[in-house]
């Protein structure tokens, strides 16, 4: 096996694994918007909200946030100002995107690293949250902050690698 058969294949899994944790988000934000409007006709028409509803919507847009970040950031569809970027050179434009990268290398290892003690922890007295008649486990949650972080700098790993040895993959940035 070539290396750049390695390199394909990598891609590949990187890009079907993150294309997996964004349709997960996009079923998560559906069901959390039907939970949100059973409630509202809930509450509105029959004077019975559904229980839990503010906990697990607060919960959950962190959770859809997170798993989408690694395919819209290897989609490179992140926000970028065109003074400098536009005008330089393909060169200076692959350096540019392997600093940005490596940057978001760096914010994503420091949310993995920083969230890990938390996610340990919740584990350990199987964190809940809420009040009253409905509590919310947080622990997958915070397992969930970590994973993804660690997706992320896998994807952030690949762009920083296809930056600097194939520039011309971003030309139509």
Same mark, same amino acid.
């Given at each position: 096996?070539?290396?750049?058969?390695?390199?394909?294949? *990598?891609?590949?899994?990187?890009?079907?694994?993150?294309?997996?944790? #964004?349709?997960?988000?996009?079923? $998560? &934000?559906?069901? *959390?918007?039907?939970?949100?409007?059973?409630?509202?006709?809930?509450?509105?028409?029959?004077? +019975?909200? *559904?229980?839990?509803?503010?906990? !697990?919507? +607060?919960?959950?847009?962190? +959770?859809?946030?997170?798993?989408? &970040? /690694? &395919?819209?950031?290897?989609?490179? #569809?992140?926000?970028?100002?065109? *003074?400098?970027?536009?005008?330089?050179?393909?060169?200076?434009?692959?350096?540019? #995107?392997?600093?940005?990268?490596?940057?978001?290398?760096?914010?994503?290892?420091?949310?993995?690293?920083? +969230? $890990?003690? #938390?996610?340990?922890?919740? $584990?350990?007295?199987?964190?809940?949250?809420?009040?009253?008649?409905?509590?919310?486990?947080?622990? /997958?949650?915070?397992?969930?902050?970590?994973?993804?972080?660690?997706?992320? !700098?896998?994807?952030?790993?690949?762009? !920083?690698?296809?930056?600097?040895?194939?520039?011309?993959?971003?030309?139509?940035?």
């Amino acid at each position: 096996m070539r290396f750049s058969d390695i390199e394909l294949r *990598i891609e590949t899994i990187v890009q079907k694994f993150s294309s997996g944790l #964004n349709i997960i988000s996009a079923v $998560w &934000l559906t069901s *959390i918007a039907l939970l949100i409007l059973s409630d509202v006709i809930g509450r509105e028409l029959f004077g +019975s909200p *559904i229980y839990g509803t503010n906990e !697990i919507v +607060s919960n959950s847009v962190l +959770s859809i946030l997170f798993l989408q &970040l /690694p &395919l819209s950031i290897l989609n490179k #569809n992140s926000l970028r100002t065109t *003074i400098v970027y536009g005008p330089a050179s393909q060169r200076v434009k692959s350096l540019i #995107n392997a600093a940005s990268y490596f940057l978001a290398l760096l914010l994503f290892l420091a949310i993995g690293i920083g +969230s $890990w003690p #938390n996610m340990i922890e919740a $584990w350990d007295i199987l964190e809940q949250e809420g009040s009253g008649i409905v509590t919310i486990p947080v622990y /997958p949650i915070r397992t969930l902050v970590v994973f993804v972080s660690f997706v992320g !700098i896998i994807v952030c790993s690949l762009l !920083i690698y296809q930056a600097l040895m194939r520039p011309e993959a971003f030309e139509d940035d």
